[in-house]
């Protein structure tokens, strides 16, 4: 079993809608929560930070994290075709030695 | 891409060759790091350095090997290469090595091992 786990897609959403993405994890020691967005053909650009436990908004976006379920969420709110990426989550146990452990992404496609 | 560039971009090559990928950086920054990516799998990290000669291993390094002897440059080399090692690999970079710090990647290396 993957220790992060993410559902492949594709999410196929209209234009202004919000898009809902989540993770869930079985390591409980992870406290460092990342959303990267990776453009087909391109390198993966981090969206949000956030630690430990809570929410945290920047833009149209939100990240959610839930430490008792394991499980952390990222909304994007009024949704453009310009949002029609791959997220990945990314996780990690300790602020040292910045070593991520990825879910396998989540196609989403936005539609005008 | 941050100042970071990859080269080759795409490569195909035949089993049992040796292949050298290349990560170049212009933002001086310490750590770097290279992961390949595969369908389902997300991003795995492979080696990873912490300055000029210092470098570590990652979670699926067999068959990997690393150099990195200027702050600019991490050399990524399959000695023999296989065909499951077939990937798209990324290098990245970061200044500090915390997780509350960012990593940039750059645009990645298609390789295709026949």
């Known amino acids: 079993q993957k220790e992060v786990e993410q559902d492949p897609g594709p999410l196929s959403v209209p234009e202004g809608a919000i898009v809902s993405l989540n993770c869930t994890y079985s390591n409980s020691a992870f406290q460092y929560f990342m959303w990267y967005r990776q453009y087909s053909r391109k390198g993966p650009e981090l969206l949000m930070y956030?630690?430990?436990?809570g929410n945290k908004e920047d833009g149209r976006f939100t990240a959610q994290v839930d430490k008792s379920s394991k499980y952390i969420s990222l909304f994007i709110r009024d949704s453009q075709p310009s949002d029609s990426a791959t997220y990945l989550c990314?996780?990690?146990?300790?602020?040292?030695?910045?070593?991520?452990?990825f879910g396998g992404g989540t196609r989403v496609l936005v539609k005008p | 891409d941050a100042g970071i560039t990859q080269s080759p971009r795409h490569k195909v090559t035949e089993t049992g060759t040796p292949v050298t990928l290349r990560c170049h950086q212009t933002e001086n920054h310490r750590y770097m790091y290279w992961y390949r990516q595969d369908p389902g799998h997300g991003l795995r990290l492979i080696h990873y350095?912490?300055?000029?000669?210092?470098?570590d291993k990652g979670e699926v390094s067999d068959g990997y090997s690393v150099s990195r002897s200027k702050t600019e440059d991490f050399l990524l080399t399959l000695e023999s290469a296989t065909s499951s090692q077939t990937s798209v690999y990324f290098c990245?970079?970061?200044?500090?090595?915390?997780?509350?710090?960012?990593?940039?990647f750059g645009p990645g290396t298609r390789l295709t091992v026949l």
């Open positions: 350095s912490y300055g000029v000669k210092d470098t």
């Open positions: 990314a996780m990690s146990a300790t602020a040292a030695g910045n070593k991520l452990t």
């Open positions: 990245a970079i970061s200044e500090r090595a915390d997780s509350t710090d960012t990593q940039y």
């Open positions: 956030t630690y430990s436990s």
